[in-house]
């Protein structure tokens, strides 16, 4: 038992964090013509939902704001690229493929909002480096990434399409609402 207590006292739990890189790096936000989601080869990014989401969006806002979405690997190109064809979207939507940090962090600094309604995550570390960065972040009403984002995000029931076009439109609508996410 003393042996359990001695180390105990010795054992620091540190929280995730945001590599120290992430954060503003422009002194003045200018309207942004871009929103920002990240896609992978898991169901559990809810990329097709948020596809389905922006093609529902009004067309006023999708001539000006355009749909980039960051990929780690290319495997997901080949079914993003089908949807948006289906969803005739395609001159809208631009796929960035293994971002660098420096290049993920400028993303995040100059997008409009960042989207990431995830089925599912153990974490969510992309909401807090694209708050660190001042981006205005639209994430899943449950699990961890709600967890993460507390009342600093807009919250969305991440399987209905109309609900995250909903918060897509609020924040690129209302100055108010995405500056106090930021």
Known sequence: FLKSLALQTKIDVISSGVDKRFGTTIKYRMSAQY????????????????????????????????????????????????????????????????????????????????????????????????????????TSNRGATAEVAGDAAYLVHPESTSAIARAITRIVSDHATASSLR
């Open 35 to 138: 929103l920002l989601t990240m896609a992978d080869y898991s169901p559990r990014k809810n990329i097709f939902r948020t596809l389905r989401a922006y093609a529902r969006l009004p067309s006023r806002i999708k001539n000006i704001y355009r749909l980039k979405i960051i990929t780690s690997t290319s495997y997901p190109r080949k079914h993003i690229a089908d949807t948006v064809k289906e969803l005739n979207i395609i001159e809208r939507v631009d796929i960035v493929e293994g971002a660098t940090t420096q290049q993920l962090i400028e993303l995040y600094n100059h997008a409009t909002c960042f989207l990431y309604p995830s089925l599912y995550e153990g974490f969510g570390l992309p909401i807090l480096e694209a708050m660190a960065c001042g981006c205005p972040v639209i």
